[in-house]
């Protein structure tokens, strides 16, 4: 080994390595001990919220929370923990919140809260596609419902892949090497963004009285063109398939050739502004499923 790439580590005669297998060759790093604890200890205040959130992100085990407690503060701090998962108060006293980190990392390695992340978003999507189609627009509601279930897993993936970096030891409990770890942070938020925008076309669907049956069907058409992308790009990312990355690379024109045609169409409707913004939400769905489809592709390709 490098002599300076271990007094940088301060080995010595006896310590670990993790070692990683790549397409290239073997990824080798120093196997720290994994600490069972990463604790903090805060005090409340208006941006009580902001910082649970960035600890959690962080990988802190526990956090104590102190100071001035009022009823206002107690309601935020159960609402973050509530979209976090694993964190859960475990005591709650007059001058301090205790929070811990319940959740087992083996259980969900990132691989699969990826996977998990990613099929929820997708049912949003699909759903929106449904509504517009059928327009029961009450389906929108339940598509509006699951978007923080697509933020839990996006920040639990965060966190892990954050670990991961910092903790080898934690990386090979989660199933990820740190060098996989920025494509699926990329991928982690596209996927959430893509349930964003669905939620938010949703939420202008509510608004919509009745759509023309002309512009439903190019809606429809342009809605399951966006599904196609970003279903075939994380496939192709799962499997580095770069045939099925290129086939969704390619549908660039298409993409905008449906959008100006929505776009024409919908302009000569009262509902301009509203069937507007679903519009631009399918077009930010398709550019996601382009971004994950670039990921696929690698500079020794």
Not at 66 to 77: E, K, M
Not at 117 to 145: C, G, V
């Amino acid at each position: 080994m490098p002599k300076k790439w271990i007094e940088k580590y301060s080995l010595e005669k006896g310590d670990s390595f993790a070692l990683f297998e790549q397409e290239n060759g073997l990824f080798i790093t120093p196997k720290f001990e994994e600490k069972k604890e990463k604790q903090a200890e805060i005090i409340a205040d208006d941006f009580v919220s902001r910082k649970i959130m960035t600890f959690y992100t962080y990988g802190y085990t526990s956090i104590k929370i102190t100071g001035a407690l009022t009823n206002d503060i107690r309601f935020q701090i159960r609402e973050t923990v509530d979209t976090l998962l694993g964190y859960e108060i475990i005591d709650e006293k007059e001058k301090s919140v205790i929070i811990q980190d319940l959740l087992n990392p083996s259980e969900l390695p990132t691989k699969k809260a990826l996977k998990r992340e990613y099929f929820l978003a997708s049912s949003m999507h699909r759903d929106l596609t449904r509504a517009i189609s059928l327009e029961t627009f009450e389906l929108a509601n339940d598509i509006i419902a699951r978007d923080s279930e697509v933020d839990r897993l996006y920040f639990l993936i965060v966190r892990q892949l954050r670990s991961a970096l910092q903790n080898t030891g934690f990386a090979e409990r989660v199933g990820v090497s740190p060098l996989e770890c920025l494509d699926f942070r990329i991928v982690a938020k596209n996927v959430e963004e893509i349930a964003d925008s669905a939620e938010a076309a949703s939420r202008n669907l509510l608004e919509v009285t009745t759509i023309e049956d002309d512009i439903m069907t190019d809606l429809i058409n342009f809605s399951r063109l966006a599904y196609f992308m970003h279903e075939t790009a994380f496939r192709a990312f799962l499997e580095a398939d770069k045939s099925c990355a290129n086939m969704v690379i390619e549908k660039h024109d298409e993409i905008k050739k449906h959008k100006e045609i929505l776009d024409e169409e919908i302009l000569k409707t009262h509902q301009a502004v509203l069937l507007g913004n679903i519009v631009e939400n399918i077009q930010i769905i398709c550019e996601k499923g382009s971004d994950i489809a670039d990921l696929v592709f690698k500079p020794d390709d």
